[in-house]
């Protein structure tokens, strides 16, 4: 939900996401990449709305009236991707 109100176009939202989890930017076939899988997990949350609701809002909460849960979906999915990779910081 930060990412998706902290900008409203790809590249910028892609840019802060690295930012906030890898402390880099994206080289442009990481932007590249992370765009086709953005655009594909858009394409089947706005199919499967129960599907995209699921993983926008579980264990989130309700989405914002202003935000659609295809969006989110999608967005959660790159998120999910990025906090999964060996390079992401993380303080235990």
Known sequence: RRL???????????????QLVLLRNPSNAERERSRQLVEQCLAQYQIDDAAALAMATDPAGPLPPNLAASDAAAWTVFCNVLLNLDETVMKR
């Open 4 to 18: 998706l109100t902290s900008a409203d176009t790809f590249d910028a939202r892609c840019d802060f996401a690295y």
